[in-house]
Structure formats: structure tokens, C-alpha cells
């Protein structure tokens, strides 16, 4: 009876698992769709995924940064959050020392019923368009620099800024690789199809670049990729955050 009992036990525990697993190939393929403007991810396994997230408005304008998202076997059970490490440097309220992204601050609890992936990322992109009502809910230096002084808070932005691509490109080597080489101005944490065919059109655009064309190469690699992508944040969830974000423009 008690080998019933296990057996029994370790079945039940095996397809708990794999509705689990199941239900989180659901929502990575919804967010193939679905996901927010500018943000892309890719998972190197079920339950680990690299992403990156390029800022076209508002204080953080321009800014890349890369992420890993990171699903517990927990994960889609109740208070079993995602988690969110920021691989390139970001000075945010919502950041920590250790770059992982504060999801609590803003969803105190985690219902799998309501809460998924996309709410996830959807909350990140919005830490880098940051209004004061967004930070009543955070206590930290960074949180009471951004209230009480703000031109030294926008001086370490607009750094954290330049060093989030100049993490990914350098300037010296765009428009020199040939169509074999290795990823010099991108770099990929995932090495698939769909990236190298970036990389290539990436350093033949570069080379055919217009000498008198007045984007910096970081700023050109930005277009690019919003162009080779054909993503005008149509039919995204998050159109509303994008719109309310351009009175941020204002801050810069």
C-alpha cells in the first residue's frame, strides 16, 4: 500500500509538472504576439530566456539593455513570481545592486490567473518611462534622488544610458566585419538563425551607410533594428504606455 502511495504521489507530481511546462509554452507562444514594443526575447531553455529591451522614448531614450528572465519550477502557482536580472547596468528606483528588477513593488501578489510573462516585461519596460506616482509604492536612495534631485538622477541615466550601448556596439568595428565573422556590434547571448541573418544585413547596411548620414552608429544600429524587426508596436497591449510615456520627453 505504502508503493501505491509513492507511485501514486510521484504521477501526480509528474503531470503537475507537465501542466506546468505546458502552460508555459502557452504563453511564450502568445507573447511571440503579444509581447511589448521594443522588447524581444528568446529562451535558451523551457524555464530560462535572454532578452533585450531598446528604449526609444523619455529619459532612458536610446538606451539598450540586455536581460535574463528566469521561471522557477514554481512557476504558475500562486506568489511564485518571475524573475527578472537586468545583465546590463541600470540605475532605476527599480533595479537593485544586483540587477534583478523589483516585480514585487508592483504586484504584491502573484495570481497566475491574472498575472503572466507578458505582465512581467510589460512592468519592465514601464521602469524606464518613470512618472513620481510610479515610485509610491519604493523607498530607496535612487527613488528619493529621482524626487528630490533630479539633475543628478538624469546625469546617471543618461550614463547608464551610453554604457548600455556601448555595451553592444563599438564604434571602431561597425561596418568592418565581413558576412562570416562573428558578432562584433551585436552581441547575442543566443546564436540562432534568426540573429546571425541580423547580423549580416546589419553589417552590409552599415557599410552601404550614406557618409553624410548625421546618426551616430549606435543610433543607426537602433533603427535598424526596429526596421528589421517591422515592429510598430500595432496591436500590442501596451499602445497606451507608449502614448502616455511622450510627455516624459520632457525631462531629458
Wanted: aromatic share 10%; hydrophobic share 35%.
Amino acid at each position: 500500500a505504502f508503493l501505491t502511495m509513492m507511485a501514486s504521489s510521484s504521477a501526480t507530481t509528474k503531470s503537475g509538472r507537465a501542466m506546468k511546462d505546458y502552460k508555459l509554452t502557452v504563453e511564450y507562444k502568445h507573447l511571440q504576439q503579444n509581447a511589448p514594443g521594443g522588447v524581444y526575447v528568446v529562451p535558451s531553455t523551457l524555464r530560462t530566456w535572454h532578452g533585450v529591451i531598446f528604449v526609444r522614448r523619455g529619459m532612458y531614450a536610446s538606451g539598450i539593455f540586455r536581460f535574463r528572465l528566469e521561471l522557477s519550477e514554481d512557476y504558475n502557482d500562486v506568489d511564485a513570481w518571475p524573475r527578472i536580472v537586468l545583465e546590463t547596468e541600470c540605475y532605476s528606483p527599480f533595479v537593485d545592486a544586483d540587477g534583478e528588477l523589483d516585480l514585487r513593488s508592483a504586484y504584491p501578489r502573484w495570481d497566475p490567473g491574472k498575472h503572466y510573462v507578458v505582465t512581467a516585461l510589460t512592468f519592465l519596460k514601464k521602469i524606464f518611462y518613470l512618472k513620481d506616482a510610479d515610485l509610491k509604492h519604493v523607498a530607496n536612495d535612487i527613488a528619493t534622488e529621482f524626487r528630490t534631485d533630479p539633475p543628478t538622477f538624469l546625469r546617471k541615466v543618461k550614463r547608464c544610458v551610453e554604457r548600455s550601448v556601448a555595451a553592444l556596439t563599438k564604434d571602431d568595428d561597425l561596418g568592418k566585419e565581413d558576412d562570416d565573422s562573428e558578432a562584433r556590434s551585436l552581441r547575442f547571448r543566443v546564436n540562432d538563425e534568426g540573429s546571425s541573418v541580423c547580423r549580416r544585413r546589419l553589417s552590409r547596411a552599415l557599410r552601404a551607410r550614406d557618409s553624410a548620414d548625421l546618426l551616430s552608429p549606435a543610433d543607426f544600429v537602433v533603427n535598424f533594428i526596429s526596421r528589421f524587426h517591422d515592429d510598430d508596436d500595432e496591436g500590442n497591449d501596451d499602445d497606451a504606455l507608449e502614448d502616455d510615456d511622450d510627455d516624459d520627453d520632457d525631462d531629458d
